[in-house]
Nanobody, 125 residues
Framework: QVQLAESGGGSVQSGGSLRLSCVAS????????LGWFRQAPGKEREGVAA???????GYADSAKGRFTISQDNAKNTLYLRMNSAKPEDTAMYYC???????????????????WGQGTQVTVSS
């Protein structure tokens, strides 16, 4: 089993920046994918970005150019840097994990088997 714990959410003004963190603990696997997802009130959860143990990185169109996903393997920590925040970025942000034998990583929910509890991000205009 893998446990995920997000932190770093909060309130930020439009145009500001925020860095989310997600600490992973539990079983180790040879290859995996980690992803960030978000869910705004009244909307479905959507993928934001994904990163693989082998260095693969992928972004949803809404995140390209403003968000940066990264990981620190020594700290078992996943990050999401949000720049130029917009009010439409307001959502609960979740990190998620799945083990894989493939080189790429998905940004869609069904692939992911383990989820954190989420951290709230609110962007005010």
């Amino acid at each position: 089993q893998v446990q995920l714990a997000e932190s770093g959410g909060g309130s930020v003004q439009s145009g500001g920046s925020l860095r989310l963190s997600c600490v992973a603990s539990g079983d180790t696997v040879s290859n995996y994918c980690l992803g960030w997802f978000r869910q705004a009130p009244g909307k479905e959860r959507e993928g934001v970005a994904a990163i693989g143990r082998n260095g693969f990185i992928g972004y949803a169109d809404s995140a390209k150019g403003r968000f940066t996903i990264s990981q620190d393997n020594a700290k078992n920590t996943l990050y999401l840097r949000m720049n130029s925040a917009k009010p439409e970025d307001t959502a609960m942000y979740y990190c998620a994990f799945y083990a894989t034998i493939r080189d790429g990583c998905s940004t869609t929910q069904p692939a992911y088997t383990h989820w954190g509890q989420g951290t709230q991000v609110t962007v005010s205009s």
